[in-house]
């Protein structure tokens, strides 16, 4: 168990002492302690190459829980492609200052080693029941991600055992794969979903864009530009011509190829034909710019309260 003390933002005089955990044996004795206090716990399981949309979970989770702690962990058994494993930016001693600067009260960043005893290739297969949200978008794209995905954040949760967990929406799919997890596992936490951070231009917030190249860059933006036109195009055009409006729109710049372009039921994943189907309508994409490979999306329509 390790200290970080770093300055926070809001004084150069003062310092916030974040714990650094390596080890489950540590997580589990530190988790102890803070229930024996009554705190309530709060987790943001991120892979590091934190950015300010990682910056606004934690800064929720402060705001909700009297302890908070962040994973910083690359979790192999999501990747199905090694290249893009290998690729995936890996930061720890800036992550850490940022999540000391944040409010976090510990931050867990282990050994691949440590989380799979033996090689991730050596642990029991066990298939998560995933539903529906698991077998399109990226289920399709990335055949074993959800399940990877849910092998990891389910073994952070057995191990932290949190009260609430914090998760982007930029993810959405993500969290309604992880919403079916923890109900087939009887997992009892809280899955809070968090809106989208963007940059000014309107790109949004990910640890694959420090990967772009300054050209690709300031192409990147037309991802969200092509989204946002569209839900104005969407209230005189049917769900087909506002699906092919974006992916004509973006494959014909170059640099960028449109991966999927689904629009859905925001609860069920399942794809539309009709704005009538659904109250809630969400827009996901993936996009290549480059060989690097973007996800974002955008709300048709939204519930009213």
């Not at 969200?224 to 087909?240: E, I, Q």
């Not at 629009?263 to 539309?272: E, F, M, N, S």
Request: glycine residues 6%; aromatic residues 8%; charged residues 25%.
């Amino acid at each position: 168990m390790a200290v970080c003390r770093c300055k926070t933002p809001l004084s150069a005089k003062k310092t916030r002492v974040m714990i650094i955990l390596r080890t489950v044996n540590d997580v589990r004795d530190y988790v102890s302690s803070e229930r024996g206090r009554g705190a309530s716990i709060g987790l943001v399981p991120t892979m590091g190459a934190l950015h300010d949309g990682h910056l606004s979970l934690v800064e929720k989770a402060v705001a909700e829980n009297a302890t908070v702690i962040v994973s910083v962990f690359v979790n192999p058994t999501q990747f199905n492609n090694p290249e893009d494993l290998a690729t995936y930016p890996r930061k720890e001693e800036d992550d850490f200052r940022l999540l000391a600067g944040a409010g976090a009260s510990a931050v867990f960043a282990p050994t691949v080693e440590e989380m799979y005893p033996g090689g991730p290739e050596a642990q029991e297969p066990h298939l998560f029941d995933l539903g529906q949200a698991a077998e399109v978008m990226e289920g399709k794209y990335r055949p074993g991600h959800f399940q990877g995905v849910a092998q990891v954040v389910s073994l952070l949760f057995r191990i932290v055992q949190p009260d609430r967990a914090y998760f982007g929406e930029k993810d959405f799919q993500q969290i309604a794969v992880i919403r079916n997890m923890v109900k087939s596992e009887g997992i009892k936490v809280d899955i809070i979903a968090c809106p989208i951070k963007r940059a000014d231009d309107g790109l949004a917030l990910s640890s694959r864009n420090a990967l772009l190249t300054p050209e690709q860059r300031k192409i990147a933006p037309e991802i969200h530009a092509a989204l946002k036109y569209s839900m104005d195009y969407s209230h005189s055009h049917s769900v087909k011509a506002t699906h092919d409006t974006v992916v004509e729109r973006l494959d014909a710049i170059p640099e960028l190829r449109v991966e999927y372009f689904e629009i859905v039921d925001a609860r069920t994943l399942a794809p539309v034909d009709e704005w009538e189907e659904s109250p809630w309508i969400v827009g996901c994409i993936t996009v290549y710019c480059g060989k690097v490979r973007l996800i974002d999306n955008i709300a048709y329509r939204i519930p009213k309260a």
